[in-house]
Nanobody, 121 residues
């Protein structure tokens, strides 16, 4: 697994962004994948996860109804569509891959580099 996250940027409150996480080695099709975020001075927090076939998704309460995670295994890519963004969503966003097919903890085995999301008020 070799992960590359992209799609971050600066957006006004109420705007949208779509993050992408690509596995350049094309090996995570059987694994759960998720997004986490870390704001300055805070711990890295879970945001969303998706099971290996995409049948099961989980979300942090703070993003439910605004964020949607999806995946395209043919492209070895997982997406995070973020709508109605709030200043509190400002953080570095990381994608992570579990060894399992479903998320079973908050400790993915593999991590990508982060992508910065900044939401202005």
């Amino acid at each position: 697994v070799q992960l590359q996250a992209s799609g971050g940027g600066l957006v006004q409150a109420g705007g949208s962004l779509r993050l992408s996480c690509v596995d350049s080695r094309r090996t995570f099709s059987n694994n759960a994948v998720g997004w986490f975020r870390q704001a300055p001075g805070k711990e890295r927090d879970f945001v969303a996860s998706i099971s290996w076939k995409g049948s099961t998704t989980t979300y942090a309460d703070s993003v439910k109804g605004r964020f949607t995670i999806s995946r395209d295994n043919a492209k070895s890519t997982v997406y995070l569509q973020m709508n109605d963004l709030e200043p509190e969503d400002t953080a570095v966003y990381y994608c992570g891959v579990w060894l399992s097919s479903y998320r079973n903890n908050n400790s993915p085995r593999y991590w990508g580099q982060g992508t910065q999301v900044t939401v202005s008020s």
